[in-house]
């Protein structure tokens, strides 16, 4: 194993989108989502067992989470987690833990994961993390992991390529491409120029430093430093803030069964169907004339159904959520609304 | 106070047409349905007092729910309960309650009153009892309350009269129609000749014996005994087999803020709506264009819904129910089917 290969994982994020599942308190990285005995931070962690070694392994996560983090990972020593005191999104937090690394591994090249995603491969995961890690060690690139779409999906953002500077499975960025309309989803998925970005990363410890000085040169005295300052941070997503504006970005085309579960959707995509189309998590349920809705009950519960289409329907603890898949965007309305109205008990 | 006026409360039901809020184990009649301190046959309990000396308050209910009666009505004599080993509906029970109670005392008046119904102007209430009891006990006719249609509801059973043979609000009955159709009902609504069934009924003793040897005399002899035997009764309702059969049976027209809370339709349509016309029953809830439908949560559980229309949402212990309002009859196959394939713990 590459003692110069290190991995950060994501674990900070609060998971409002998965509400009511995903609580502040106890968002969705910290659960097990799938009923398969591990959470989602868990899966990820042994993900990337090796393919780095285990003191390589580091987690960042809100000052709030770090019990939690402890408790999944046990074997994490506690300066491989790296926590944040103020929520400033993927750039600050990936700005101050590459510096922590660079400082202990000057030639240390980083895989970056988020702690919410299902990958269903992982050996083609390893696979191909391995030959990105090998490519940005010594390319100067920052490695966008790039996913060939399966589906018109609406929710994800997408990356062109420039085909004609292509080295085998990586290519030059081109440009970023948000959410799109359905109408693009549906031509994107029929070339081979556009791919998923998967919030995954590779780079050199120092390709990313440099990026960081080039573009957001301003932030980096508060976070190079052995006292982090998020708090005079701005909010920013390291895709808006670096990958998007640099010039050495490439985009690695992988392929390891990927889906991103930041959303009701996602999820209802990535899982196995009935009949009828509705996802089923782990629920009891009787269901008459229903059809495409995702449903995640209590343990204990049966849900009793008729005439629901195209539905969330999620009861977890004190909130039971009932509403239209295809409006996610509500759920963040709905979560503001139901703290305001009822407290932080219920968010 | 007239020592010979009886009142029988009628609480055996299983309420299923109420499933998931009414279970086997506890049916409506048992529960503070509308959050206002008393369980529905404590209401009815009181209904009747001032009416009826604390004595002659019988209540008939299934063995299995004695002790939860002698805990709702602690004034109540162990002979006061009238209970049964089978369930045989209304006229099996009635028989063998005005059996015991014309061996107490041959002169009583009967007020017959069902233990989960709505009524809103107890002073109405008591006021037309009386006047009813005075009519019954010494006419020699049965008394059938009938309430004047404010809407045109088709969940209830309709009484017509005969116009020409009426004495005050006592008229001679023509008719039973079962729950209409809307168009007939639209109809009803209208005139003055037709009234809902309460299934409150006044009569004296001896003149309800009577009609039970001429209408089911076979049946008497198991039941006009110290220790009947309900399970070689048929199971048939005293409208079916007494009141559309007997020619002396009259209509007493009563307006007392009525209500049947058989079904979750007449819950709704008894109930104060919200502007979007939602019937929200002690439940803390957020709605987003959700419009007609009946909520009932758990006290400690946040509903937020989007898009419902014309819903039934009423969760209860273990069972989330969520059907069309206007499909009343399949809760019955809900019922039966969560009992086959989960088993007695959900219905």
């Known amino acids: ?16 989108r998965f509400w009511p599942y995903s609580r502040k308190e106890l968002p969705k990285q910290f659960l097990d989502f799938f009923g398969t005995g591990k959470t989602m931070l868990r899966m990820s962690y042994e993900r990337c067992e090796g393919l780095v070694a285990p ?59 988020p702690s919410d995603q299902l990958i269903l491969n992982v050996d083609n995961f390893k696979r191909a993390m391995l030959k990105g890690l090998d490519f940005a060690s010594n390319s100067g690139k920052l490695i966008n992991i790039g996913i060939k779409p399966t589906r018109p999906e609406t929710g994800y953002g997408y990356i062109q390529i420039d085909d004609e500077e292509r080295d085998g499975d990586f290519c030059k960025v081109k440009t970023f491409i948000e959410k799109p309309a359905l109408e693009f989803a549906e031509v994107f998925v029929q070339g081979n120029e556009f791919y998923w970005n998967s919030g995954i990363f590779i780079w050199h410890v120092n390709t990313i430093m440099k990026a960081f000085h080039e573009n957001m040169n301003d ?15 701005p909010n920013i997503s390291i895709d808006y803030s670096i990958m998007e504006k640099a010039n050495n970005v490439y985009l690695q085309i992988c392929d390891f069964g990927w ?51 195209d539905y969330i ?14 409006n996610q965007s509500a759920i963040r309305k709905y979560v503001n609304d139901t703290e305001m109205k009822f407290g932080e008990d219920y968010v």
């Not at 491989?80 to 833990?97: D, F, G, K, M, V």
């Not at 999820?267 to 009891?284: G, R, T």
């Not at 495409?292 to 008729?306: C, S």
Request: include cysteine; hydrophobic fraction near 35%; charge should be negative.
């Open 259 to 309: 889906a991103d579960i930041g959303t009701w959707q996602s999820l209802y995509d990535a899982s196995p169907k009935d009949v009828n189309h509705n996802v089923i998590l782990n629920s009891n349920s009787l269901l008459y004339g229903c059809n495409n809705n995702v449903i995640l009950m209590p343990k204990d519960k049966l849900l009793v159904a008729e005439g629901l289409e």
């Open 219 to 233: 932030v980096c005295p508060d976070l190079e430093c052995d006292t982090p300052n998020f708090s005079s941070c």
């Open 1 to 16: 194993m590459n003692k110069n290969y290190y991995c950060i994982i994501m674990a900070g994020g609060t998971g409002r």
């Open 313 to 326: 329907i999620a009861e977890h603890k004190n909130v039971l959520l009932i509403c239209k898949k295809d």
């Open 55 to 113: 003191e390589n392994i580091y987690v960042t996560t809100h000052i709030d989470y770090t019990d939690i983090v402890k408790e999944i990972l046990p074997e994490l020593d506690e300066q491989q987690i790296i926590t944040e005191e103020e929520r400033r999104n993927t750039a600050p937090s990936l700005a101050y833990a590459s510096h922590v690394i660079q400082k202990s591994n000057p030639d240390a090249t980083i895989l970056v994961i």
